[in-house]
């Protein structure tokens, strides 16, 4: 888990798996929360490429949705103007919420079954998350000593106490795995921790300790789907793209074969991505001459923002976009979900290494060109 990663739990999921071979059934969501009184509750979820969104106005605190839903799907509601719910419900569940408006986090829920395992999770990633915050202030705490030193921060200390999170989070994904295999929202935390921020292997390995039901579920089939796309930027595969470059040419990954090129998925609205520059420019200027090249693939969709991007970051490498933001062609081929990311590929244009931060890519390209 990169820092920049642990505060992005998913609201909503457009993913491109296909549900369509199970077929919708009802369902219905009804509550009364004190203190909610006339105000306005919102509904949304996402499921196979599609949005589905609702509101009613509540009347003394009571709400209720109906709707159709082809398996468990996680519902999102919003009361008024920021005060958030989410709960799995599945097919013919009627799900009843109960409690106060002002005490969400013990809310009373009936008739979900995958309701205990949501509840377990977010208990988990609430804790995460919450020593997340206390490293990310001792992270800005060390920059602007730096500034205000000149000297460089050590963020070693720091760094290590992220890897030891890092690692609590995916002890907590597992544990949740093995305890519910056949759960229909399981498929959704590991797409969201392992796929949305990329560990393969993870995402592989708790797919797989999935039973029948897990895998045949909603998020399961959309899960299997985004594994398939996954493998298509996997170590030792040659890929190929031609995209357009911000010159109006095509750049094309087969044309630099007999170079070691970094495949890097950024764009100019990107904090993370920006950030990572300098890194970037860094290993360019050290192996270019080598035979070292950067292939940019901006998520941008507005060009003068990508050009300006470029020039300010002093990107002085190849550059390429559709300019279609998140629909980009190639972003979609290979399930991009979250940037930065990059692959390595090899002089024979096999991959050989993936998602490179900081001194990796350069610790990576010192066993190429030593």
Sequence with gaps: MKPTSLFALAAS???AGSVQAQSPATYKISGKLDGLDNQMVY????????????????????????????????????FGKKNYFSVPVGAKEHVKISGKLAELNKI???????????????????????????????LDSLEKLSKATGQPADR?????????????????????????????????????????????????????????????????????????????TGIGVSPSFSVPGRDGGTVSLAAYKGKVVLVDFWASWCGPCRKENPNLVKAYEKYHGKGFEIIGISLDD????????????????????????????????????????????????KIIAKDLRGVALEKQLEKIYP
């Design 13 to 15: 999921l457009l993913l």
């Design 43 to 78: 509904l949304n979820t996402s499921y196979g490429g599609r949005q589905i969104k609702d509101s009613v106005v509540a009347s003394g605190g009571r709400f209720s949705f109906k709707g159709e839903t082809p398996g468990t799907v996680l519902y999102f509601l919003q």
């Design 108 to 138: 009373k829920v009936t008739g979900s079954k995958d309701y205990i395992v949501w509840k377990e999770w977010t208990t988990a990633w609430n804790t995460i998350t919450a020593r997340a915050g206390g490293l990310y202030k001792q």
């Design 156 to 232: 070693s200390a720091v760094n290590a106490e992220f890897d030891k999170l890092n690692q609590r989070l995916i002890d907590s994904v597992e544990a949740l795995v093995k305890r519910y295999p056949g759960s229909g929202v399981v498929p959704f935390i590991i797409t969201d921790r392992f796929i949305n921020y990329p560990n393969p292997e993870k995402a592989a390995s708790t797919y797989a300790a999935l039973t029948p039901a897990g895998k045949e579920s909603v998020y399961g089939r959309e899960l299997g789907e985004s594994l398939r796309i996954a493998a298509k």
């Design 302 to 349: 507005k060009k003068d923002k990508w050009l300006a991007a470029i020039e300010a970051d002093q990107l002085g490498w190849v550059h390429a976009s559709d300019l279609k933001g998140w629909k980009s062609d190639l972003a979609l081929e290979y399930g991009i979900r979250s940037i930065p990311m990059n692959f390595l590929v090899d002089a024979n244009g």
